[in-house]
């Protein structure tokens, strides 16, 4: 193979210059876990949880490089090609793949850290945390990728690991549809995303799959602007998938199906961070295409941001309330990268705190829900005494998700207002309108769990070490890592596009996002401080609250409008052939054996048989006539002996 | 004439053997058959002046004088175990 190495000038550390190495060190976690796992005291879970820290501290060593104001570096080389097409292999690594790189392996080493508490007692512990160290793997081939198939290969391991790990309860069907809920509507989005690909190829003359190279040719005179246009929605189409947009928003909260810290990876790390990243990444894509794309993208945003937090609203399984509050913060995301290159800095962002807290919410409703044995709020309440650490970290993660200064959250959602302020009003109005009912129902959640009468029937208890750490760990993070994007802090150096940016701090929209946390959090703690028997929101919100309860009917539009027509006429295709095709081959081959066996029958009864006793039976005959002759008298052996002689004389006389 | 007289001879001696049931006839019988050979043979010598029909009728006394002691050793003996010496009741060897 014909090394094509293509560097950047600046100079590089080691651990940008081997950044590959960080998506084989999670590879090899699983195939380590997986070859050696079972034999291995503690049934594996060593393995990721060192490799993965390895990766943890190289992905440090790799945001050093940038936070020392360092440039991009890609180097790549090439993996087969196709006519003129040069498929590449390689890495690119700039500011947001560093960020997301320290997200991703971060995350997923507390993931991998709790589940050894959490998944204590599963009879499939190992092959848990073979698939939680592949997914962490794909998700990190994502981010390195320097050429559009390599990302696309990542991209298509991870909707396996996903499918893996939400049906890892596989025993209930419940779990089983969901996971499978999960991989084909992803793989809706999936679809168009590969189009996509190929448009982007196709446009610019099938010579390269490189992202930059890519992105250049298509800024290129003479390329048709409808066709970048129609090529970036198809890319776009992936992120719908995969981050849950609508209107393929429906597989995220089945997906809680999953275990507790695969929701957390999931929505915090991998999978749903990839949409997001997806569109960073293509951002030369984006701005290239002409306008209507991007406000294409910020409509579908603005619709999935304030549907899915009206969702939240009326949820009683914890982890699903978080569910919603994810599929609502990632279009908040999307919804600032539909802004334009001036949003990269904000949205990614975002994507980088969100992950922390996010992370920390699930791991605490894990917690939580570890200790009382169920996943509905209506069976928990008042276990702030019983669970503190669990308690604090959720809150501190629900006030970092609200935007309470100067929490993570604050931060990013404050440069994302800032943004869309000045770009595009419309959307600043409805981040700031969810901004408010994301408080709310943050405070709802809190309140409802861990405040009041406890209503469960286990005995609640605080959660062993292993899972308290990770949760102490990430609500650190989610105190800290917001001060990165304060004013006068360097992340937009070093996550950008095109370049850098500054962060910029307005006072009134500051003002404006803390009292839209505030008021959300006010009106919940007002609305929830006293528990009543009915929940007091179905009498604000009126038939509002049976629409929301049935998901404003999209689950159930698709049922029946797309999958019980084709799985119905599927299935009785199927039971067609099976009935009439593949039934006839094997009665027919029945018959001919049957046919084969009647005439193999007859000729080994006739003529072998007949055969073998024919022989016996001549045997016999002449034996008998022979012995017949042998009386025993030598006198009459003499006389034969004398006839004989006498017939042989006649006839040799006779002749002679 | 002479071979005339050995056929009738070879005859009465085919004869002993096949209907006589005393053993020891039936041994004389086959001398009479050999001896009918020896006075071909002689003829032949005589007729042809070849000496070699002599030489070969003496082999043949010689054969014949082994014969009969071996016969007679084995009639001996079969009297001995079976108390008779007819041929028609020494019928065990068949089938």
Known sequence: ?656 | MVLTFSALLFSAGVYGVLARRNAVMVLMAIELMLNAVNVNLVAFASALQDVNGQVFALFVIAVAAAEVGIGLAIVILLFRNRETINVDEVSLLKW
Not at chain 1, 394 to 413: E, M, Q, R, T, Y
């Open chain 1, 1 to 656: 193979m014909v090394a094509q190495v293509e560097e950047t000038a600046t100079a590089v550390n080691a651990f940008v210059e081997y950044a590959w190495v960080i998506p084989l060190l999670a590879f090899g976690a699983g195939a380590f876990t997986l070859f050696f796992g079972k034999r291995t005291p503690g049934r594996g879970a060593a393995y990721g949880i060192l490799l993965i820290g390895v990766a943890f501290v190289w992905s440090l060593g790799v945001l050093w490089h940038f936070v020392h104001g360092g440039g991009e570096y890609e180097t790549a080389t090439t993996w087969f090609e196709i006519g003129s097409l040069d498929v590449e292999l390689g890495i690119l690594v700039d500011g947001i793949t560093a960020a997301m790189l320290v997200v991703v392996t971060s995350v997923s080493l507390m993931v991998h850290i709790y589940s050894l508490g959490y998944m204590h007692d599963d009879e499939r512990f190992t092959w848990f945390f073979v698939v939680l160290s592949l997914f962490t793997g794909a998700m990190l081939t994502v981010v390195v990728a320097s050429g559009l198939i390599q990302l696309l290969v990542g991209w298509e391991i991870m909707g396996v690991c996903s499918y893996l790990l939400i049906g890892h309860w596989w025993e209930e069907k419940e779990n089983s549809d969901a996971a499978i809920k999960a991989f084909i509507t992803t793989r809706v989005g999936d679809v168009p995303f590969m189009f996509g690909i190929f448009a982007l190829i196709a446009a610019t003359g099938f010579e390269t799959t490189n992202i930059h190279e890519l992105g250049e040719a298509i800024g290129a005179e003479g390329v048709s602007s409808l066709f970048v246009s129609m090529a970036a929605l198809l890319v776009f189409g992936g992120t719908i998938g995969k981050s849950a947009q609508f209107p393929l928003h429906v597989w995220l909260p089945d997906a809680m199906a999953g275990p507790t810290p695969v929701s957390a990876l999931i929505h915090a790390a991998t999978m749903v961070a990839a949409g997001v990243y997806l569109v960073a990444r293509m951002m030369e894509v984006f701005v290239n295409a002409d306008v209507w794309v991007l406000q294409t993208v910020g409509v579908i945003a603005a619709i999935t941001t304030l549907g899915a937090a009206l969702l939240a609203f009326v949820q009683d399984d914890i982890k699903r309330v978080l569910a919603y509050s994810t599929l609502s913060q990632l279009a908040y995301m999307v919804a600032g990268l539909s802004v334009g290159e001036a949003g990269v800095t904000a949205g990614i962002f975002h994507l980088f705190t969100h992950a922390f807290f996010k992370a920390l919410l699930f791991l605490a409703a894990g917690s939580v829900i570890h200790a009382v044995h169920s996943n509905n709020m209506s069976d928990m309440g008042g276990l702030k005494k019983d669970m503190p650490i669990t308690f604090w970290t959720f809150v501190i993660g629900s006030a970092a998700l609200a935007g309470v200064v100067p929490l993570a959250g604050f931060w990013s959602k404050d440069e994302l207002l800032v943004v869309t302020q000045e770009h595009t009003p419309w959307l600043f109005v409805v981040l700031l309108l969810v901004a408010v009912m994301t408080a709310f129902y943050m405070t709802r959640c809190v309140l409802l769990t861990f405040f009041g009468r406890y209503r469960g029937h286990a005995h609640a208890h605080e959660s062993p070490a292993t899972m308290t750490g990770p949760l102490l760990f990430l609500a650190a993070a989610s105190i800290g890592v917001g001060f990165l994007g304060a004013p006068g802090a360097p992340f937009g150096k070093w996550v950008f596009f095109a370049h850098p940016e500054e962060i910029v701090f307005h006072a009134d929209v500051a003002l404006l996002g803390t009292i839209a946390a505030g008021v959300g959090i006010a009106l919940g703690y007002l609305m929830y401080r006293d528990r009543k028997e009915r929940d007091p929101l179905v009498g604000v919100l009126g038939p509002m609250w049976n629409v929301l309860q049935h998901r404003y009917y999209v689950d159930a539009f698709y049922m029946r409008a797309i999958i019980y027509p084709i799985r119905d006429r599927l299935s009785a295709g199927v039971d067609w052939t099976n009935r009439y095709i593949l039934d006839g081959v094997v009665n027919g081959a029945a018959m001919l054996g049957r046919g084969f066996g009647v005439v193999i029958n007859w000729i080994d009864r006739n003529v072998v048989d007949g055969f073998v006793n024919a022989t016996g039976e001549g045997a016999n005959a002449s034996g008998g006539f022979l012995r017949s002759l042998q009386t025993g008298n030598v006198q009459w052996y003499a006389v034969l002996l004398f006839v004989g002689v006498l017939a042989l004389t006649i006839v040799f006389v006779r002749i002679a």
